[in-house]
């Protein structure tokens, strides 16, 4: 079964604005991760938060985590064109013997119209 | 190039036979990990490697489907008796592992199509 859900399901907006997509989860967890998917492709990975963490940055990326609502935004600024993808988040859950699988979410199709 | 890379990328099979991927992961990471994604589904984990060792396996690996990694270095996923509901992207991912080593890294998977 899928932990996360991402929303909205699918965001078109304009070159140039900003985007933001949020996720939410159920269990308690290790760390969120965010990736990125073009049409058909593998996944790349964009940003890792940890638990005991409340914001990060990286390049145009924000991500925030709040573990007392299960849930977790990712904000892109000054979309690009090149922005266009599905976004997943991931979670690491907290369970016996160490690292696991992720579990993802059904994801966030984002549309950058030029 | 050296990130994760699977082979074939693209796998077209009939019914009742049997198929199987490679995945190498990145070279120094522990840790190899298998997905599969249908179509507008997120990645769903099937196991995952600890070097040679399998060490968790997901509901969703059914007894047709085996995977190995025998000296903790590329990995092999093999479904025997394939099914229509098998196909799918079965992506492979790898980790160095440990503590503030989480992160995963994803090959461009394998699209099964199975006729």
């Known amino acids: 079964s899928q932990q996360g859900e991402e929303d909205p399901q699918a965001l078109s907006i304009q070159e140039g604005e900003n985007a933001t997509m949020n996720c939410s989860y159920k269990?308690?967890?290790?760390?969120l991760q965010w990736y990125r998917q073009n049409s058909g492709r593998g996944l790349v990975h964009l940003i890792l938060?940890?638990?005991?963490?409340r914001e990060k940055h990286s390049g145009r990326l924000r991500v925030t985590l709040d573990t007392s609502k299960k849930s977790s935004s990712l904000l892109i600024t000054a979309s690009r064109a090149a922005d266009t993808a599905s976004y997943f988040c991931?979670?690491?859950?907290?369970?016996?013997?160490?690292?696991?699988?992720?579990?993802f979410g059904k994801g966030t199709h984002l549309i950058i119209q030029p | 190039d050296t990130g994760v890379s699977q082979d074939p990328r693209h796998k077209i099979t009939k019914r009742g036979q049997n198929v199987t991927f490679r995945c190498d992961p990145i070279?120094?990471?522990?840790?190899l990990y298998w997905y599969r994604q249908t179509l507008g589904q997120g990645p769903e984990f099937l196991t995952y490697?600890?070097?040679?060792?399998?060490?968790?396996k997901s509901r969703l690996l059914s007894d047709r489907f085996s995977a190995e990694r025998p000296k903790g270095s590329f990995s092999t996923l093999e479904i025997q008796r394939t099914e229509q509901g098998d196909s799918a992207m079965y992506l492979c991912?790898?980790?160095?592992?440990?503590?503030?080593?989480?992160?995963?890294?994803f090959g461009p998977g394998t699209r099964l199509l199975v006729l």
């Open positions: 490697f600890q070097n040679e060792a399998q060490l968790e």
């Open positions: 991931a979670t690491d859950t907290i369970r016996g013997g160490g690292a696991d699988g992720l579990t």
């Open positions: 991912a790898s980790s160095l592992g440990g503590t503030l080593q989480e992160t995963q890294y």
């Open positions: 269990t308690s967890i290790n760390n």
């Open positions: 070279s120094e990471h522990n840790r």
């Open positions: 938060i940890r638990s005991n963490e």
